[in-house]
């Protein structure tokens, strides 16, 4: 029986188009702004020896600060998911969102189905690249008010990758349940297919509603069509 509900953010509770055209963007406007004003602070100083450690290992070259900050522009370019990156988003997209300059996207369905699991006794978490103060952030500032009492635990790539099996295995442990009792929602048929590998439960989002073509997982356009029996298997 499902005891806790992991959910994935882009392409499953957020349209994915926020992140890449808003929140993207946002952070590489400012970053290098951001890296000037605050290199002093521990978290940032920790971000960019990362980064510069990164490079040195993948690279073998060494950078200062303004080759971290080219760096992490490409990344983001790239979509990497670098936890240093995740880290310095997080706290640039803070002040945006605090600023009320954008608000988090997220489903019309969403509210309504975390309401419905909270009532059933579901616990609730989230899992995604982003940052967990990104994540909080998020989900705070959301278009449907503060969504974060909904949600016990919160885990970014600290655990893992998203694609790696030990990852859930290592939430599992976190969670202290059996993987079988965990659901988890993406819309990513290689985080699925890691997740099951460890047995736990997995849905597919098709937020497009354009299902995948033989699909080895029961795929769903939204959270109202999950079917009950979801929510008893295992």
């Known amino acids: 029986m499902i005891r806790f509900i992991l959910l994935d953010i882009e392409g499953t509770t957020t349209d994915i188009d926020f992140v890449h055209k808003v929140l993207f963007p946002y952070s590489a406007e400012r970053l290098a702004g951001f890296v000037a004003g605050?290199?002093?602070?521990?978290?940032?100083?920790?971000?960019?020896?990362?980064?510069?450690?990164?490079?040195?290992?993948?690279?073998?070259?060494?950078?200062?600060?303004?080759?971290?900050?080219?760096?992490?522009?490409?990344?983001?370019?790239?979509?990497?998911?670098?936890?240093?990156?995740?880290q310095l988003q997080g706290l640039i997209w803070k002040a945006g969102f605090e600023?009320?300059?954008?608000q988090g996207h997220v489903y019309p369905d969403v509210p309504v189905a975390l309401e419905n699991w909270k009532r059933e006794g579901i616990g609730l978490g989230?899992?995604?690249?982003?940052?967990?103060?990104?994540?909080?952030?998020?989900?705070?500032?959301?278009?449907?008010?503060?969504?974060?009492?909904?949600?016990?635990?919160?885990f970014d790539t600290k655990v893992g990758g998203k694609k790696e099996s030990q990852s859930y295995r290592n939430i599992a442990a976190q969670l202290q349940l059996p993987p079988s009792a965990i659901l988890f929602l993406s819309d990513v048929a290689a985080e699925l297919e890691a997740a099951a590998a460890t047995g736990m439960q997995v849905i597919q989002?098709?937020?497009?509603?354009?299902?995948?073509p033989d699909a080895p997982y029961l795929a769903v356009s939204d959270f109202s069509r999950i079917p009950v029996a979801a929510f008893t298997a295992g």
Do not use: C, N
Not at 133 to 144: E, N, P
């Open 126 to 154: 989230i899992y995604s690249s982003g940052s967990v103060q990104a994540q909080r952030l998020l989900f705070a500032h959301s278009v449907s008010g503060d969504l974060t009492p909904y949600f016990s635990h919160y």
């Open 205 to 212: 989002l098709a937020r497009d509603g354009q299902m995948p």
């Open 38 to 86: 605050h290199a002093d602070e521990p978290d940032v100083q920790e971000a960019l020896q990362s980064v510069q450690a990164t490079v040195q290992a993948e690279d073998h070259r060494q950078i200062d600060r303004a080759g971290a900050v080219e760096t992490l522009l490409r990344w983001i370019r790239e979509d990497r998911k670098h936890t240093a990156l995740k």
């Open 99 to 102: 600023q009320g300059d954008y």
